[in-house]
């Protein structure tokens, strides 16, 4: 029997296990996370055919290596054994027949989705830390945080229980289910259902689940035969929930749908490779489709909801999925990084009959701050912290002179480290071609939200100054950036030249209202625009200094250009003790900082940046309530 095979795969797996693979203090609060190391060994498959687990990864392979998601299975198998020491099935079952009496029974996740229509669900999930990005955030408390994803809008929390790879607890899910539950019961309103995420085999889990107050339980179709699958899913509604049934491969669909899956979801990305796919759920959509089964979000008779996994950070990427018919997307980690998840929500528009797509457009640019740039990078490790701390845009400086200058070599590792993060290979593909989007400042305005839509996840942006671009060209191709930003007097039509986008530095004389006022002084940046670069960053011109005199200038001269409709970038001498007034004074489209959170010239100070974005953030809410 297939089954029979999996859990003999599974042993043969787990007695390769050496020792445990992470290192952390569960019963404080502070956490620390390491890598943990793959088990050495193989195990030849060759023999064992049955169909039931053709679809699993490695089956029938010779000499099949576990991937990472085998591992971490085969940890589980283990912990649930020494698990069932401890408790009883029958026990777990008193514990869950005495909290469903206090709290309810469960809710149906299938009716959690289908209902949100018009707007997609929201899964916002709860992790400390993930095989592919180590550490998030080991400190936060679970039910606190589910409390402000259930008031921002979530109506599925999702909690990690696995506690090696990802520090989480069956503790964490109870916390998120009894903090959320007493949020609602105050307000009167419906609470969030809540979801156990694990690497689930066995029953067992799943009555852990519900003990600990879970609404509805994931299972992992790459990691379960087609007849355990069955069994699980049977189980799980036989003790009254509907389980989220996850696919990540072609030939999981079938699988998931043979067994009568009601909620599948979708993740994007390959769960032995960790690989980020983010076409995986249209793709699977339209497999769906093509079975004949309804899925499409609010469509009447719905047999399927589709759910999207991993991945998702934005607007832009919450519509690709509606388009495509899912009812849920599901946000993990920048969720748990956002330092005002409220605000991170709601720029997902969840509900497409709420405000407008690229709203502000045409008159005033009243849409707030869309992101942060921390400029003067020579580390990777600096440009790995400020992308941990929400940073949108990595600056690297090449101008000759400057005491923040890199190598070529340094902004490679630079790029390599951004590029991880952000979970991408290429270069990002955004402002290609220079003039797009029309011409003066409208054409500007489109091409510089363009530009918030594609850093979402981090970019790197090469700083010169009064260079050829046949030199700047060849370091964009040779180091991999994904902007340049012309620091001195090339003009604006040069950009059309440049291989990549292009930001344009407009000086602002520092002090006084310089000639003309602070209303000419506007005009005459707003006149000034030409076609072809995808934003405008105002640094602050101090005579006799080439950029980054670490002084400000007049704010106002920046409100009156984005009265005009031309989104700016605001620089120069900001720091963590100004930049929450500036943002809500002005309400630019983004910030810049280099000096402002330096230790030395080139060396940024780590509380310095963490202090800083946390703070424009902050200013882009307080700004945001007087719109």
């Given amino acids: 029997m297939c089954s029979a095979f999996f859990f003999a795969f599974i042993f043969i797996l787990a007695a390769m296990l050496c020792q445990p693979a992470a290192s952390f203090q569960p019963p404080g609060r502070t956490r620390t996370w390491t890598k943990p190391s793959s088990a050495s060994g193989s195990t030849s498959l060759g023999s064992l055919t049955e169909d039931p687990c053709s679809h699993m990864y490695g089956f029938g392979v010779p000499d099949h290596v576990p991937s990472t998601l085998q591992n971490i299975t085969k940890r589980r198998v283990l912990d649930v054994a020494e698990a069932k020491g401890r408790v009883s099935e029958k026990e777990l079952l008193e514990k869950y027949e005495n909290l469903k009496a206090e709290l309810g029974p469960p809710l149906n996740l299938f009716d959690k989705i289908t209902s949100s229509y018009p707007s997609m669900s929201l899964a916002a999930e709860f992790k400390r830390a993930s095989p592919s990005k180590g550490l998030i955030n080991g400190d936060v408390d679970a039910g606190e945080q589910a409390?402000?994803?259930?008031?921002?809008?979530?109506?599925?929390?999702?909690?990690?229980?696995?506690?090696?790879?990802?520090?989480?607890?069956?503790?964490?899910?109870?916390?998120?289910?009894?903090?959320?539950?007493?949020?609602?019961?105050?307000?009167?309103?419906?609470?969030?259902?809540?979801?156990?995420?694990?690497?689930?085999?066995?029953?067992?889990?799943?009555?852990?689940?519900?003990?600990?107050?879970?609404?509805?339980?994931?299972?992992?179709?790459?990691?379960?035969?087609?007849?355990?699958?069955?069994?699980?899913?049977?189980?799980?509604?036989?003790?009254?929930?509907?389980?989220?049934?996850?696919?990540?491969?072609?030939?999981?669909?079938?699988?998931?749908?043979?067994?009568?899956?009601?909620?599948?979801?979708?993740?994007?990305?390959?769960?032995?490779?960790?690989?980020?796919?983010?076409?995986?759920?249209?793709?699977?959509?339209?497999?769906?489709?093509?079975?004949?089964?309804?899925?499409?979000?609010?469509?009447?008779?719905?047999?399927?909801?589709?759910?999207?996994?991993?991945?998702?950070?934005?607007?832009?990427?919450?519509?690709?999925?509606?388009?495509?018919?899912?009812?849920?997307?599901?946000?993990?980690?920048?969720?748990?990084?956002?330092?005002?998840?409220?605000?991170?929500?709601?720029?997902?528009?969840?509900?497409?009959?709420?405000?407008?797509?690229?709203?502000?457009?045409?008159?005033?640019?009243?849409?707030?701050?869309?992101?942060?740039?921390?400029?003067?990078?020579?580390?990777?490790?600096?440009?790995?912290?400020?992308?941990?701390?929400?940073?949108?845009?990595?600056?690297?400086?090449?101008?000759?002179?400057?005491?923040?200058?890199?190598?070529?070599?340094?902004?490679?590792?630079?790029?390599?480290?951004?590029?991880?993060?952000?979970?991408?290979?290429?270069?990002?593909?955004?402002?290609?071609?220079?003039?797009?989007?029309?011409?003066?400042?409208?054409?500007?305005?489109?091409?510089?939200?363009?530009?918030?839509?594609a850093a979402r996840r981090p970019l790197v942006v090469g700083v010169f100054q009064n260079d050829d671009m046949s030199e700047i060209n060849d370091i964009v191709d040779d180091v991999g950036l994904d902007l340049v930003q012309l620091h001195g007097n090339e003009g604006w039509e040069v950009a059309k030249d440049c291989k990549v986008g292009v930001i344009r530095v407009v000086n602002v004389e520092a002090g006084g209202e310089g000639e003309g006022g602070r209303e000419q002084r506007a005009d005459k940046i707003v006149d000034s625009v030409e076609d072809g670069p995808i934003a405008v960053l105002l640094d602050t011109s101090v005579k006799g200094v080439g950029g980054g005199a670490g002084v400000t200038f007049d704010w106002e001269v920046a409100k009156r250009v984005q009265a005009y409709g031309l989104p700016v970038i605001v620089a120069g001498g900001l720091e963590p003790d100004n930049v929450r007034a500036c943002v809500k004074d002005v309400m630019p489209f983004g910030v810049d900082v280099s000096s402002g959170v330096e230790k030395t010239p080139g060396v940024k100070d780590y509380e310095k940046v963490k202090s800083f974005l946390r703070e424009a953030d902050e200013g882009g809410v307080e700004g945001a309530k007087g719109i």
Wanted: aromatic share 4%; with cysteine.
């Fill in 147 to 453: 409390v402000l994803y259930a008031d921002a809008g979530a109506s599925v929390i999702s909690v990690l229980t696995e506690p090696t790879w990802f520090l989480g607890s069956l503790s964490d899910l109870s916390s998120a289910r009894r903090k959320t539950q007493t949020w609602a019961s105050t307000l009167g309103q419906e609470r969030p259902a809540v979801l156990r995420k694990d690497f689930i085999t066995d029953e067992y889990q799943i009555l852990e689940g519900l003990a600990a107050g879970c609404d509805t339980v994931l299972l992992i179709v790459a990691v379960t035969p087609k007849d355990r699958l069955r069994q699980l899913i049977d189980f799980s509604r036989e003790h009254g929930i509907e389980p989220l049934v996850e696919v990540h491969a072609p030939q999981e669909l079938p699988v998931a749908l043979s067994c009568g899956a009601k909620v599948i979801g979708v993740n994007n990305r390959n769960l032995h490779t960790f690989k980020m796919d983010m076409s995986t759920t249209s793709t699977t959509a339209e497999a769906v489709e093509a079975s004949g089964l309804k899925h499409r979000h609010g469509l009447p008779g719905q047999q399927v909801a589709l759910c999207a996994l991993s991945g998702m950070s934005g607007e832009e990427d919450v519509e690709r999925y509606r388009e495509a018919g899912a009812g849920m997307v599901l946000i993990g980690e920048s969720l748990m990084r956002a330092p005002n998840v409220k605000r991170a929500v709601e720029g997902l528009r969840l509900d497409p009959t709420k405000g407008t797509e690229g709203e502000g457009a045409g008159g005033a640019y009243t849409r707030g701050l869309k992101l942060s740039k921390v400029c003067g990078v020579t580390r990777e490790e600096d440009a790995l912290n400020a992308c941990r701390n929400g940073a949108n845009l990595i600056g690297c400086i090449f101008a000759k002179g400057s005491k923040r200058r890199v190598t070529r070599e340094q902004a490679r590792a630079i790029v390599s480290t951004v590029r991880a993060f952000g979970e991408r290979e290429e270069r990002a593909e955004v402002g290609l071609g220079g003039g797009g989007g029309g011409g003066g400042v409208k054409g500007l305005e489109k091409r510089t939200m363009e530009l918030s839509k």
